[in-house]
C-alpha cells in the first residue's frame, strides 16, 4: 500500500515550513511530514524524486492506501518503521481512515485527542511503542472498531468505562502495561467480542458478572490483582476456548458448568 504525490515549495525547504501536498492521494500532509520529518530526510521508506529545475518533488510514501473512488486516504499501516516522536494530532485531519497500524516503532507521549474524530476506524494497532498516560475516553466515540490493540506501551491508570460503547469490537489486547483498578464491567457487555487480554497488567477486584459474552473465545486475564471467586456466570460463555487466569488471588471452586 503505497502512493506518489507531489510536494512543492521555493528552493530549499526552511526548517519547520508547512508541506503543499498535491497527487494521487489527498489530505497527506501529516503523513509527509511524519515519514519524512521523523525519519530525517530520505530514506527506503520515503523516497523522494527530485525533478531538474522545476520546485516539485515526487515523494514516494510507504504504507499508505487511498480510496479509488474520493482519493482520500484509507489505511495507513507505518508499523515496524522506526519512526519516533509523538503520534501528530493531524492524523486526526483523516477522516476517511478505516485502518491505522503504528505497531512496533518508538512513538512516545500520549495519544492526541485528535483521533478521536476518526469515526470510521475498524482497525486500531498502536502496540509495542512507548505510549504513556491513561487509556483516553474518546475510544468510546470509535464506535465502528473492530479491532484494539494497545499491548506492550507504558499506559496507566484505570481502563476507561467507555471502552464498552464499542459495540462492535471483536479483539481487545491491553495486555503487558501498568493498568490498574478494576475491570469495567461494560467491556463484559460487548457481545461481539472474540478475544479480550488484559494480562500482565495490576487490575483488582472480582470480575464482572457475565451474561453478554456469547461470542468469546479467548480470555487472557494471567498476573494480575484479580481476587474473590471465579463467578458462576463464566459459565454463560459458551464458546470459550482458552482461560488463562493464572497469577491472580482468586479462591474457591471452578464453576462445574464451565465448558458444558
Same mark, same amino acid.
Given at each position: ?19 503543499? &501536498? ?8 501529516? &503523513? ?9 530526510? &530520505? ?8 525533478? @531538474? ?26 508499523? %515496524? ?7 501528530? @494530532? ?10 491505522? *497500524?503504528?505497531?512496533?516503532?518508538? #512513538? ?30 474518546? #475510544? ?12 506492550? %506501551? *507504558? ?33 463484559? *457487555? ?10 500482565? !497488567? ?21 498476573? !494480575? *490483582? ?23 488471588? #482468586? ?10
Amino acid at each position: 500500500m503505497s502512493v506518489w504525490l507531489g510536494v512543492y515549495w521555493c528552493g530549499q525547504r526552511p526548517v519547520g515550513a508547512r508541506w503543499s &501536498v498535491s497527487g494521487v492521494c489527498e489530505g497527506t500532509e501529516g &503523513v509527509v511530514s511524519m515519514q519524512y520529518g521523523m525519519l530525517g530526510g &530520505v530514506s527506503d521508506r520515503v523516497r523522494v524524486l527530485k525533478v @531538474p529545475g522545476s520546485v516539485r518533488v515526487w515523494v514516494f510514501l510507504v504504507g499508505v492506501s487511498c480510496a479509488a473512488k474520493h482519493r482520500r486516504v484509507r489505511a495507513l499501516h507505518l508499523s %515496524n518503521m522506526d519512526l519516533t516522536g509523538t503520534i501528530p @494530532p493531524h492524523l486526526g485531519n483523516l477522516s476517511f481512515l478505516v485502518s491505522l *497500524n503504528l505497531n512496533y516503532n518508538n #512513538f512516545h507521549g500520549r495519544l492526541p485527542r485528535e483521533l478521536g474524530q476518526l469515526s470510521r476506524l475498524k482497525l486500531i494497532e498502536l502496540s509495542s511503542n512507548f505510549l504513556s498516560g491513561e487509556i483516553p475516553s474518546w #475510544f468510546g466515540r470509535l464506535n465502528k472498531v473492530l479491532y484494539l490493540s494497545l499491548e506492550n %506501551n *507504558n499506559l496507566t491508570g484505570e481502563i476507561s468505562w467507555e471502552i464498552g460503547n464499542l459495540l462492535s469490537l471483536e479483539i481487545l489486547d491491553a495486555s503487558h502495561m501498568r493498568l490498574n483498578g478494576l475491570i469495567p464491567h461494560t467491556i463484559f *457487555n460487548i457481545s461481539s467480542l472474540k478475544v479480550i487480554d488484559l494480562a500482565n !497488567n495490576s487490575l483488582s477486584g472480582k470480575l464482572p458478572y457475565m451474561s453478554s459474552l456469547s461470542n468469546l473465545e479467548e480470555l487472557y486475564l494471567w498476573s !494480575n *490483582n484479580l481476587s474473590g471467586k471465579i463467578p458462576d456466570s463464566i459459565s454463560n460463555v459458551s464458546k470459550l476456548i482458552i482461560l488463562d487466569l493464572q497469577d491472580n488471588s #482468586f479462591f474457591g471452586l471452578i464453576p462445574n458448568t464451565l465448558g458444558i
